[in-house]
């Protein structure tokens, strides 16, 4: 090689040199963190973040998140709701149950059974054709679901839960209905509006599918479901009071069990041989709890004595969770059947936004947040007060209480009408601020 173009080689060798070692050094200076921490040049050109610490965690620091939202260390943001509202207009009533729900047909194919050759002793060949056993496909499966009724129209609807698909099932208008009831099996329901003059009430039982839907006795008070919701008892108005009848939803026929000159009675038909009658509660007056035994006919006095006195018993009808109106609010207690004992469970509340677990120890409730006035329960039924509830479950055992939400984070609700899966892990309730159906994952 030629000594000019050796010279000529090195000095380019050595400029090339000399830049790549500026860039170097101009890259370290300028990709220095705030937090004194270096960051690749490579490192820029990927889609996620370079920071190699935690930010500030001092509470006087403010940090903005990816989407421009402002956060503050103290304060907790609820990302992911357990709430969810499952329909936009008001219902009047609703239910959980298990629906059998067509699977789509399978696509059939063709397949050519092979058969085999056998060679006897003789020499001679003999088919033997295999045979392949036939497998039944289902063509259904069970799913869990709802229904409820619309408020304004009396239209039913269902939903899968699975799916969360709606879809409208009767569309024969009721216009004016308050109250609705289902049966078990979700396939009957009693509806229940103002008569035509507006003196009395109207009891309708229809059946999804038109078949034997008829009108029940007028003037029925209240009705109350039997513990397998395939019968109810009804508070029937005469002129000498009202009567108790006890009458299944797939026959015609009742039976009178009951009768009384008080009118003023809550049902709640909680084991197959007992229903409790609570007299209707108010702020003014002591309220009692009497137990019917349907066999026999007789009434007898559980505990009384309680101003504005309000009740839910569990399943088995061992314990009673009741509300007493105090001057400094409502407070829930718990009555022992058994014992004749009672415990303040040291929470203000009302047993009507309550409902209890399975396993007769446990109870949901939604308690307001914050309780202004003493007129209760008066004033809520009236809709004179609204509460922003908590969602807590209650250990009746221990008095342990666990929050499992506050819908005052989010959409303040005002819960009413619990009622669980098969499972307990969803909790479903109406808000009665506007009687929309909502959940709360548990």
Not at 41 to 58: L, R
Not at 231 to 243: A, Y
Not at 391 to 403: A, D, R
Request: glycine content about 6%.
């Amino acid at each position: 090689m030629p000594q000019k173009t050796k010279i000529i080689f090195i000095v380019v060798f050595i400029t090339i040199g000399a830049i790549m070692l500026g860039v170097y050094f101009y890259n370290t200076k300028n990709n220095t963190n705030v937090d004194g921490t270096k960051t690749s040049v490579i490192q820029k050109f990927n889609p996620f973040g370079t920071s190699t610490k935690n930010p500030s965690t001092n509470p006087s620091t403010t940090t903005t998140g990816g989407d421009g939202i402002t956060t503050d260390p103290n304060i907790t943001i609820n990302t992911t709701s357990r709430f969810s509202k499952i329909t936009d207009f008001a219902v009047t009533g609703a239910v959980f149950f298990e629906d059998t729900r067509p699977l789509p047909p399978k696509e059939t194919v063709a397949v050519e059974i092979p058969t085999q050759s056998v060679t006897p002793v003789a020499g001679t060949k003999k088919v033997v054709k295999k045979v392949v056993p036939v497998v039944v496909e289902p063509t259904s499966e069970i799913v869990p679901a709802l229904r409820y009724v619309e408020k304004s129209t009396g239209h039913v609807y269902e939903m899968y839960l699975d799916t969360k698909i709606q879809g409208k099932i009767s569309n024969s208008t009721i216009p004016g209905v308050y109250e609705t009831i289902f049966d078990g099996s979700a396939s009957s329901i009693i509806y229940r509006y103002p008569s035509s003059d507006n003196k009395s009430i109207t009891s309708f039982l229809a059946s999804l599918g038109g078949k034997d839907s008829a009108f029940l006795n007028s003037d029925i008070l209240d009705i109350s479901l039997s513990p397998d919701k395939s019968s109810f008892f009804s508070i029937i108005k005469n002129t000498k009071g009202v009567i108790g009848v006890v009458k299944s939803f797939n026959e015609t026929k009742t039976n009178q069990i009951f009768t009384s000159s008080f009118s003023e009675w809550l049902p709640q038909w909680v084991t197959t041989q007992n229903i409790f009658l609570t007299t209707k509660p108010s702020y003014m007056v002591e309220g009692s709890v009497f137990n019917l035994n349907i066999k026999t006919g007789i009434l007898s006095k559980l505990f009384g004595g309680v101003v504005g006195l309000t009740t839910l018993s569990n399943n088995d009808g061992t314990s009673i969770l009741y509300g007493a109106s105090l001057n400094t609010g409502p407070t829930l207690n718990i009555f022992n059947i058994k014992n004749h004992t009672s415990i303040d469970l040291g929470i203000y509340g009302l047993p009507e936004k309550c409902i209890w677990s399975s396993d007769n120890v446990n109870i949901y409730c939604a308690i307001p947040n914050t309780i202004l006035g003493t007129q209760f329960p008066d004033s809520w039924y009236q809709g004179l007060v609204s509460f922003d509830d908590r969602f807590i479950k209650i250990n009746t055992n221990t008095k342990e209480v666990l929050t499992l939400a506050n819908s005052s984070n989010e959409t303040p609700i005002d819960g009413t009408k619990l009622f669980l899966n098969k499972e307990e892990s969803k909790l479903f309730f109406i808000n009665k601020k506007d009687y929309k159906l909502w959940s709360l994952e548990l």
